[in-house]
């Protein structure tokens, strides 16, 4: 399984300190409009974390943990425009509320702001560190620019040289969108010459805002909706996510990994999925904003969607509260009969709920815009997944499918 999932916990948090803030002005940024739609009445909705919150969330959430190992996840916006002296405090609040248990740190930054002292201090505290960047040059200074509108590729490139000198363990998180959903095999490789040994591939799907409901501050697409155009076609994803199976079937199985695989395979081997989008229920990844306001999902930050916050209730009562629990059984309650009869619905369960904005005649609910996709790659991807789950059961390893699959081809 890949490194990203390092936490076994019932529920779990990523925590926004910075809120909507961020370094970049990329094109499709979904939470750059949070800036307008969430705690406008906090005078502190802009900045960062105040010591009193990042203590409380601290110690309320080791505590909250059954696990012996406990990740702590940090996201934004740009996480890293906190400051470094914030994360010393992180740091020292987590020792000081750990009470004998094991503390990981996992850190989703745009590497803008990342230099000698960030790597260092990554590398002295074991941050996993997610880079977003999105492979290719051209497409990634397409989208992924400046606030001034400059690229921002080097930079980066720069920053995962960093990251390498210091020894700090990262991967990589890609958006697919409308210039890159054929480009999946020279994305891959794009990638691996970077150095990322760790993958995650995030498909674009937005809504323009004039397809959404003003509807009591619920998320709520209208009737046949208008996507940006920056969004991935339906089938894209299954198109760029299949090119990228292919490469790393041929060679590179066991060395890179890649967390929809790394999921795909855990159900062919009879465990729930480790991707939420493809687990039966959701609800178990809860955000906090920087004022301490607890949300749902960090797609569902909506007000409709505010469970509380830490200062005023438990985080657990509002992490396992009836509202959460409405939130995440919704998910295979609102399905349409063609998701439920679909002969892959065990591998998807019908994919994120954000992304069921298709009407379809007959149906009470909305179906999801990437199933095509969903359905390309797991039928695509079915032959190998099998192969390597019988291989795993075995006592072999998944990688061995590789040497199968040269034997057959010279046979």
Not at 305 to 332: E, P, W, Y
């Amino acid at each position: 399984m890949s490194i990203i999932q390092k936490s076994q916990t019932a529920f779990h948090m990523m925590a926004k300190p910075t809120g909507y803030r961020c370094n970049l002005k990329c094109e499709y940024c979904f939470y750059l409009e949070k800036e307008h739609t969430i705690h406008q009445d906090s005078p502190t909705a802009s900045q960062t974390m105040s010591d009193a919150t990042l203590k409380r969330y601290i110690r309320e959430y080791i505590r909250s943990q059954h696990s012996q190992q406990i990740d702590f996840s940090w996201q934004g916006g740009e996480p890293t425009l906190a400051g470094l002296d914030f994360y010393r405090n992180v740091v020292a609040y987590q020792q000081q509320y750990a009470d004998g248990k094991h503390i990981t740190n996992s850190f989703q930054t745009n590497a803008i702001g990342i230099n000698r002292q960030w790597a260092d201090f990554f590398a002295k505290h074991n941050f996993l560190v997610g880079v977003s960047v999105d492979g290719l040059q051209s497409v990634h200074d397409a989208y992924r620019v400046s606030v001034n509108c400059n690229p921002t590729f080097e930079r980066v490139q720069h920053a995962i040289e960093l990251l390498t000198e210091f020894g700090v363990e990262f991967n990589t998180l890609t958006v697919i969108n409308d210039k890159n959903w054929d480009k999946g095999r020279d994305t891959y490789l794009a990638l691996k010459k970077l150095g990322a040994n760790f993958m995650q591939f995030i498909p674009l799907v937005e809504l323009s805002p004039a397809s959404q409901a003003d509807n009591n501050g619920h998320y709520t697409p209208m009737p046949n909706p208008k996507l940006m155009d920056f969004s991935v076609p339906a089938h894209g994803y299954g198109r760029f996510m299949n090119d990228v199976f292919d490469e790393w079937c041929r060679a590179d199985i066991g060395k890179v990994f890649i967390r929809i695989f790394d999921s795909i395979l855990a159900v062919w081997m009879g465990y729930p999925a480790s991707l939420c989008i493809h687990s039966k229920e959701c609800g178990q990844a809860i955000v906090i904003e920087a004022n301490g306001d607890l949300y749902s999902c960090d797609h569902y930050v909506y007000p409709a969607n505010k469970l509380g916050n830490i200062h005023l209730h438990s985080l657990v009562s509002m992490a396992t509260g009836k509202m959460q629990k409405r939130f995440g059984t919704a998910k295979s309650q609102k399905l349409t009969e063609q998701c439920k009869r679909c002969e892959v619905y065990s591998l998807c369960y019908g994919g994120c709920p954000k992304h069921r904005v298709l009407s379809i005649s007959g149906e009470r609910y909305r179906h999801n815009y990437l199933c095509t996709s969903y359905r390309q790659i797991f039928y695509h991807t079915a032959p190998k997944m099998q192969m390597m789950a019988e291989e795993i059961q075995r006592g072999g390893i998944a990688a061995n499918v590789m040497h199968r699959h040269w034997v057959m081809l010279e046979t």
